[in-house]
């Protein structure tokens, strides 16, 4: 599994942008980029800068928000509003790993079908 700097280095070097022509892309310090691809940033970048990496570099911006240590604000919405159930429901998915893969396929599984051809 790649790290969310790995990741963001890999898909820079595989559209061939330098580092500071992808920082300029969007609109961030070169130097604070180089802290993201060494995976050595004191916090992980804001959503609309995850957004903007994943527009450029044609990654899944949510799992890129995901892998960056962030939540995507209508998740977040969603876990604010179900706030009593959750610690449940992550804290059984931690003790039983096949309950966990149950939900993760059942969950996949209804997105690949929603998904039109």
């Known amino acids: 599994m790649q790290t ?6 890999q898909a820079r070097k595989d559209k061939g942008y ?3 022509e992808l920082a300029k892309l969007v609109e961030l310090d070169f130097t604070y980029l180089s802290k ?3 995976d050595r940033a004191n916090y992980p970048p804001k959503e609309y800068v ?3 990496l994943a527009h450029y ?4 911006k949510e799992e890129l928000i ?6 995507p604000q ?4 969603f876990i604010k509003q179900n706030y009593k159930t959750m610690p449940v429901l992550f804290r059984r998915m931690q003790e039983n790993p096949e309950f966990a893969q149950r939900i993760f396929k059942e969950a ?3 997105e690949t079908e929603e998904k039109p051809e």
């Open 74 to 77: 209508h998740d977040e919405d």
């Open 18 to 20: 330098s580092q500071r």
């Open 57 to 60: 570099l044609e990654l899944n």
């Open 36 to 38: 993201l691809e060494n």
């Open 4 to 9: 969310f700097g790995q990741l963001i280095r």
């Open 108 to 110: 996949t599984q209804l």
């Open 66 to 71: 995901f892998l960056a240590g962030r939540i």
């Open 50 to 52: 995850i957004q903007q």
